[in-house]
């Protein structure tokens, strides 16, 4: 049994948990982040064919395995970082965080939307540092963006 807080790596038959709680995570974030560019069938689809597959992917759930977060290291950088909205405020974040950090010791790179202040406190909290700012010309959702970095001390 998983415990509360406990990360794994995700697994083929995960991909299904692992795409409903990005869809999730991104609906219950509201105006802090844009609208997305695909619809949810596409991202599940995405999710069973790139990300479980070519990624390392680290799932967090509760005792009855329903997915509470998820973690996508990419390479140097969090592709991907959700909590659900259930389930914020528990720590969860920062522990992926925390393990991310021990993944790549080397250091760190993401992307967050300037509208997610929310995202870019926690990051700043975490010790990451604002790299880049851009017009959002570069991805998806045509939406500003920041770029943060971490390396270790």
Do not use: C
């Not at 509470?68 to 909590?83: K, P, S, T, W």
Request: proline fraction near 8%; charge should be negative.
């Amino acid at each position: 049994m998983i415990l509360p807080g406990t990360s794994r790596r995700a697994e083929p038959v995960d991909a299904p948990a692992v795409a409903d709680l990005l869809i999730r995570s991104r609906r219950g974030a509201g105006d802090a982040i844009p609208p997305p560019a695909h619809s949810d069938d596409e991202v599940r689809g995405w999710v069973a064919t790139v990300v479980v597959p070519e990624r390392e992917v680290w799932l967090t759930e509760d005792p009855d395995g329903r997915a509470l977060a998820v973690l996508v290291l990419d390479d140097d950088g969090i592709d991907q970082l959700y909590v659900d909205p259930s389930a914020t405020g528990r720590g969860l974040g920062s522990r992926l965080v925390e393990l991310a950090k021990s993944r790549r010791p080397g250091g760190l790179q993401l992307w967050t939307f300037a509208s997610n202040v929310r995202a870019q406190r926690f990051y700043l909290r975490h010790g990451f540092i604002e790299a880049e700012t851009t017009d959002g010309s570069g991805n998806e959702e045509k939406a500003p963006d920041i770029r943060y970095v971490w390396k270790p001390a």
